[in-house]
């Protein structure tokens, strides 16, 4: 007896030393203070559970370079040296802190003159996708968060085998750990009839399980380098048949281009071909006025490009600023920036869903409310449907449409995509379907949000605490 207690003694210290040695590294990181808290907390009340949870979810990737700068700059560069606006485009001057910063971070050149067609229904998408999918004479690039094996699925599927039997190049790129439940044989049937399939990221236990917690996000469609497709839908019936509303673009002229290299980086960084020519890149004329940047953020870059972008927008807004997001858990600072817009005077709308479809994360999002309005900002919860859109809107000429939420996860953790779109008549158009929604919403008021249980209040306070790893 006695040496069983002498042995689980031994083993308790081991773990505690090991924790204190976890709590250290973070802190020596120089991470985001409440994250560092948040993993130190879980830690010291949860030694042998935090450990575990630290080593699948926790490490910082900002040291991990699945591709070399060299590499990424090269790809970005031959795609859009022949491309940059000059510094005095109207567009270009109306947002050019902005414009700057996504270019500077991010390498991502103002495209101008795209045609743009908005989305807010699965079916409406994916009729136009299945449409230009079957006129590919090329190459077709599908980038997926989540490709289900479902009806839509699979309808895209067959669209895609019978294509590469065409002799087309078709190109598939999957996150791997959102689609463990799809069966092998889903994606090994396109691969055996001809379609190239990768996943991205992919996690081979336990050698790469620190891995885990970086997914991609992204969705993005490229056929014959001309015509493109970006949003927040992924390829799924439920954004046919429960309920599920979210904003995607089909895009046609120079604003592809971006999309297809935020694919082709994707596409090298898992292992294939480097791809590039005036194949995939194509001469296209200037079609429309818009002028649009095609961004991507990730955890391995040195800043959080998508992050300083939203704040940016709030920052400068002189009138309004309305906000789509299916989660809302906001880092000090965009909590912050949102909070002194709205005491500015500024008009500032967040929409969220009534119900969320993670509950832990729609709980924690609660107990930033009543400080948000308190500032002034008007909050609506959509129902019946899930709001699953990403969707930004200012003053009349800045929009924002893409896979990114307004959360940790996306902008810390994911890889993601958004279009920045610089035109007047476009985010009029984004300002009726925020407007639209507002329809199937109920505002928040504030008194009644007050008048919660203690024990609700309680419980969104306590997941507050561990927002940064939600």
């Known amino acids: 007896m006695e040496t069983q207690v002498i042995v689980r ?16 590294v973070i802190i020596s990181e120089n991470r985001n203070p409440l994250k560092t808290i948040s993993w130190a907390l879980l830690l010291l ?11 699948f979810f926790g490490q910082d990737a900002r040291k991990l370079r699945i591709i070399s700068r060299k590499s990424y700059r090269k790809l970005k560069k031959r795609s859009y040296e022949r491309l940059v606006l000059s510094s005095d485009t109207e567009a270009y001057m109306e947002y050019r802190t902005l414009a ?4 500077k971070n ?5 495209l101008q003159g795209s045609e743009i067609k908005i989305f807010t229904n ?32 699979n309808r895209i ?45 992919k996690v081979y236990f336990p050698v790469f399980t620190s891995k885990v917690n970086y997914r991609n996000h992204r969705k993005i469609v490229v056929i014959d380098g001309k015509t493109g ?15 599920w509303k979210d904003t995607h673009l089909r895009v046609t002229g120079r604003g592809v281009l971006g999309m297809q290299s935020a694919f082709l980086i994707d596409w090298y960084s898992s292992g294939k071909d480097f791809l590039t020519g005036k194949v995939y890149f194509p001469e296209m004329p200037v079609v429309t006025n818009n002028v649009m940047q095609i961004v991507t953020g990730d955890p391995m870059g040195e800043w959080k490009t998508l992050l300083q972008a939203t704040t940016n927008i709030i920052m400068r807004a002189k009138h309004y600023v309305y906000i789509q997001t299916p989660y809302f858990l906001p880092t000090e600072g965009l909590f912050q920036s949102l909070q002194s817009a709205a005491l500015s005077g500024i008009d500032v709308r967040l929409m969220v869903p009534e119900h969320s479809d993670t509950r832990f994360v729609g709980t924690a999002a609660h107990s930033y409310f009543e400080e948000m309005m ?4 008007k909050i609506y919860q959509m129902q019946p449907d899930f709001l699953h859109s990403k969707l930004m809107v200012s003053d009349d000429f800045i929009s924002v449409v893409g896979s990114a939420n307004m959360d940790f996860r996306s902008f810390e953790h994911n890889f993601e995509v958004n279009a920045y779109i610089y035109d007047a008549d476009f985010a009029k158009n984004m300002k009726q379907i925020f407007f639209g929604d507002m329809q199937q919403c109920t505002q928040i008021n504030l008194k009644d949000w007050k008048n919660r249980s203690r024990i609700k209040k309680f419980q969104e306070s306590l997941l507050r605490m561990f927002a940064p790893l939600l």
Not at 45 to 55: A, Q, T
């Open 9 to 24: 003694s031994i083993i308790q210290i081991i773990y505690f030393i090991t924790a204190l040695g976890i709590v250290f």
């Open 45 to 55: 009340l949860f030694p042998v559970g935090g450990i575990i949870i630290y080593y």
């Open 122 to 153: 699965g079916k409406e998408k994916f009729d136009a996708l299945i449409r230009d999918l079957e006129s590919a004479v090329h190459h077709i690039h599908l980038q997926y968060y989540i490709f289900e094996d479902d009806k839509i699925g």
């Open 157 to 201: 599927k067959e669209i895609l085998i019978r294509k590469a039997g065409e002799g087309i190049q078709v190109r598939v790129l999957y996150d791997d750990v959102a689609n463990w439940k799809v069966k092998n044989r889903f994606y090994d049937e396109m691969q055996t009839r001809g379609v190239e399939v990768t996943p991205y990221l």
């Open 100 to 103: 700057k910063l996504l270019n």
């Open 229 to 243: 497709y970006i949003g927040g839908m992924n390829i799924a019936d439920r954004y046919l048949e429960s309920g």
């Open 374 to 377: 308190n500032a002034g900002v």
């Open 106 to 110: 991010n390498d991502s050149a103002l």
